[in-house]
């Protein structure tokens, strides 16, 4: 894949997964070493929520982070 694809098409990409897949739900995390994208929407309320989300792979930049997510769902 191109590593010159721009964060606009990235986020349009993964918009349109989340549309296919996930009624719309598209969650974008940012922690403070770490970004972190996913389909759906986590419960952060619940234990399961939580596994869910550390269970992502964490990447350093967002576009990684959406990049991976569009190649490997």
């Known amino acids: 894949?191109?590593?010159n694809i721009d964060l606009?098409?990235?986020i349009f990409l993964a918009e349109n997964f989340a549309?296919?897949?996930e009624?719309?739900?598209l969650t974008i995390?940012?922690?403070t070493?770490?970004?972190k994208v996913m389909l759906g929407t986590p419960n952060l309320d619940s234990e399961e929520g939580r596994k869910e989300v550390?269970?992502?792979n964490g990447?350093?930049?967002l576009e990684k982070a959406l990049l991976d997510l569009i190649l490997y769902t």
């Open 54 to 56: 550390s269970k992502l």
């Open 1 to 3: 894949m191109n590593k």
């Open 29 to 31: 995390m940012k922690f």
């Open 23 to 25: 009624d719309g739900h």
């Open 33 to 35: 070493t770490e970004w």
């Open 59 to 61: 990447h350093k930049t």
């Open 8 to 10: 606009d098409t990235l």
């Open 19 to 21: 549309e296919q897949f």
